[in-house]
């Protein structure tokens, strides 16, 4: 059964640098599209970056351009890179993943960590 564990949050002033990292474990990830998420208080949980099996990468547009999210399969880790971050990017942030191999869509990730608070302070 595979497992994720996001690391790597925290509070940083805006205009500010957090990278986070997803480690999974129970299964390799390099034939899986692996995601972010996050939710913000009081607001329902919102797509933030994807990279598909491929390493292609997806991203929500109001991070487009501030965002970076890449994968070590060998390492089984996904990082999200962000920078110049905004108190709207205030959330918890999740890493997720889907059952079915080589596939990608925003809304086949089922398998979610615990999350990640990302506090930016304005």
């Known amino acids: 059964q595979v497992q994720l564990v996001e690391s790597g949050g925290g509070l940083v002033q805006g205009g500010g640098s957090v990278r986070l990292s997803c480690a999974a474990s129970?299964?390799?990830?390099?034939?899986?599209?692996m995601g972010w998420f996050r939710q913000a208080p009081g607001k329902e949980r919102e797509f933030v970056a994807a990279i598909r099996w491929t390493g292609g990468t997806d991203y929500a547009d109001s991070v487009k351009g501030r965002f970076t999210v890449s994968r070590n399969n060998a390492e089984n880790v996904m990082t999200l890179q962000m920078n110049s971050l905004k108190p709207e990017d205030t959330a918890v942030y999740y890493c997720?993943?889907?059952?079915?191999?080589?596939?990608?869509?925003?809304?086949?990730?089922?398998?979610w960590g615990q999350g990640t608070q990302v506090t930016v302070s304005s």
């Open positions: 997720a993943t889907t059952t079915t191999a080589y596939s990608y869509t925003r809304r086949a990730f089922n398998i």
């Open positions: 129970g299964r390799t990830i390099s034939m899986y599209s």
